[in-house]
Nanobody
């Protein structure tokens, strides 16, 4: 059974940093796409970043939404089977519930569409005050 536990959210001020963690059990982060999504109050869930392993690369490919490029970094630790989202220079518009998700297909293609993901974490709230 695949389970994801995300954590690390909190209340911070604009310009601060946070690191979110997504601990995965039941399948390896070295073989499956793991992505972060977020949902702000009153808005639809949106893609944030993806870690996409490939048989042709020793490291996962990384993808980002334009709104977080240069500020957020996704990484993975295969020994801990955990994916991280380092968030720097946080802005009030980053306030949302952040959730990690993974797919059923091994070495699948990353997607910005949340319907491509089968397993989800419970979500961790991030609040950025101005």
């Amino acid at each position: 059974q695949v389970q994801l536990v995300d954590s690390g959210g909190g209340l911070v001020q604009a310009g601060d940093s946070l690191r979110l963690s997504c601990a995965v059990s039941g399948q390896s982060v070295a073989s499956y796409v793991v992505s972060w999504f977020r949902q702000a109050p009153g808005k639809e869930r949106e893609f944030v970043a993806a870690s996409s392993p490939s048989t042709g690369s020793p490291r996962p490919f990384r993808y980002y939404a334009d709104s977080v490029k240069g500020r957020f970094t996704i990484s993975s630790d295969k020994d801990k089977n955990t994916v991280y989202l380092q968030m720097n220079d946080l802005k009030p518009e980053d306030t949302a519930i952040y959730s990690c998700a993974t797919q059923r297909e091994i070495y699948g293609s990353y997607s910005i569409n949340d319907r491509a993901y089968t397993y989800w974490g419970q979500g961790t709230p991030v609040t950025v005050s101005s």
